[in-house]
């Protein structure tokens, strides 16, 4: 009998959420996700620490920056992971850019540059950008240029529908995030099929798949095996390195719960928004705008976190791993 995680991957691609190479190469994912508090977490690894030291060493040899060392770590730990999953590995742009449209393509663009100058080419690579009415234009021109994207940090239809117009090719809405505002808010607790965040995913999924738009989505931040195997089917699953332990040591059987030729009946219109009408939609969903915005203040501090370490990492021993815990 295959596991469950065998079972997901005949129906799901299974990308891996985190920066950890050991647990990778155990649990052979086609992609993987990194952000600033999974390069954190990595670090303590020694096969992420001696990324880290590889970072400080350019460094000082370049007279670089904190920010500049960092943006060099989320390359490097990107190449590690190409060099294991077969395919794309999605490296988030700083969080703290997320309103600034042009500084997110500037990056965007320079990340890319350093993964095309170290030999691996953008057709490896998802850009990661926070839904934002800013990140989703970005996103937008990148897109154009042969620079596919990843939204994340994504929540409602609005953003969803946003991101379809700007042909990005993938967008992560965050599922356990989604539960975690209801089941403070209502004080109550949920099983897969009437979890808010699974329902989400599947009105974003059917939303697409109704209206023929190639978008893929990818459930995100899981908190139970409950909502993962509530999303089996979805185009794309991200998956902590808990979550795929326990779904590869489960011998069950595994339901198939989403198709691609069989959306909801119960679909909204198609949707084109303008910047006006987003703003207004998201405004008025207060479950999106609350972890929107709660999403980029913690993204944003583990990037300060890692860029404070870094700094002290230049006035230090480039020897010394990094210690602190992501947010």
Known sequence: MLSKLEQLKTMTTVVADTGDLKAVEKFRPTDCTTNPSLVLK?????????????????????????????????????IALTKIVPGRVSTEVD??????????INKAHALIADYEAR??????????????????????????????CNLTLLFSLAQASACADADVFLVSPFVGRIMDYY???????????????????????????????????????????????ALAGCDRLTI?????????????????KLKPAAPSRDVPARMHLDEKSFRLMLNDDAMATDKLAEGIRLFTK?????????????????EAPLTAKAS
């Open 42 to 78: 990595a670090a303590q690894d020694p096969a992420g620490a001696e990324i880290i030291k590889e970072g400080i060493l350019w460094g000082r040899s370049h007279k670089a920056v904190s920010s500049q060392i960092c943006d060099r770590l989320a390359v490097s730990f990107g």
């Open 95 to 104: 969080a703290d850019l997320s309103f600034d449209k042009d500084a997110l």
């Open 119 to 148: 030999g691996v080419g953008r057709d490896r690579v998802l850009i990661k950008l926070a839904s934002t009415w800013e990140g989703i234009q970005a996103a937008k021109l990148l897109q154009s240029e042969g620079i596919d």
């Open 183 to 229: 089941a403070k808010a209502e004080g109550k607790t949920y099983s897969g099929e009437d979890d808010p965040g699974v329902k989400s995913v599947r009105q974003i999924y059917s939303y697409y798949k109704a209206h023929g738009i190639k978008t893929v989505v990818m459930g995100a931040s899981f908190r139970n095996l409950d909502e993962i195997e």
């Open 240 to 256: 902590s390195p808990q979550w795929l332990e326990k779904l590869d040591a489960d011998q069950g059987t595994l339901i198939r």
């Open 302 to 318: 583990d990037l300060r976190t890692l860029q404070d370490l870094v700094s002290k990492e230049l006035e230090n021993n480039a």
